[in-house]
């Protein structure tokens, strides 16, 4: 390319004193002929010097750096895969982790209900069996003293009337009618009580 920008430009000088050397001579002198074998030496030279300084000293460097910086882009493009792939092996450990986090949870949950609803089971069993015993006990209790009732009351009716009537008539009464009195009287209520 800078070959090409070299002959491109003496070919245009050449062009450019061909132009001049058609005008009159006389005005501006590097327009006039005697001067141009000079002038055409120190332009080749001076554009030579150019070429060879661009070509050998500020080319290769420029290139150098669009190499290191091509490469470098290139470097940093495979890391940035690298860290995208990277990352997103490190969010699908995330998920099954969060995954499994979930999943212990219900596990967990599931055994403190089912926990918890046999201690309840357990507590409802023991519970039942106890309410069951006191209820065992106290029918047991209440039909001791239904059973035991007609005899105490047998027994505090003959002695109630029996003071009632030493009380009454000033002598003491006996107690084998009174008695017999007495079972009489209970018996009809029994028979009343359990006859409805």
Do not use: H
Request: negative net charge; aromatic residues 10%.
């Amino acid at each position: 390319m800078i070959k090409k920008i070299f002959f491109q430009s003496i070919f245009l000088s050449f062009l450019f004193f061909m132009e001049a050397f058609a005008a009159e001579s006389g005005g501006m002198p590097q327009l006039n002929p005697e001067f141009w074998v000079s002038q055409i030496f120190w332009l080749i030279i001076t554009f030579g010097l150019l070429y060879v300084v661009l070509s050998k000293l500020i080319l290769p460097k420029i290139s150098a750096n669009l190499e290191i910086r091509k490469s470098q882009i290139v470097e940093n493009i495979e890391a940035a895969e690298k860290k995208r792939e990277q990352s997103e092996l490190n969010i699908e450990e995330y998920k099954k982790i969060i995954q499994n986090s979930k999943n212990e949870a219900k596990n967990y949950f599931k055994q403190a209900r089912e926990k918890v609803l046999k201690d309840i089971n357990v507590k409802k069993e023991t519970l039942d069996k106890e309410l069951d015993e006191e209820v065992d006990k106290a029918e047991s209790e209440i039909k001791n003293f239904r059973d035991n009732a007609p005899e105490k009351i047998k027994k505090i009716a003959i002695e109630t009337c029996a003071d009632l009537l030493q009380e009454l008539i000033g002598t003491e009464t006996n107690s084998s009618s009174i008695s017999a009195i007495v079972d009489d009287l209970s018996r009809k209520k029994m028979d009343e009580y359990y006859g409805n």
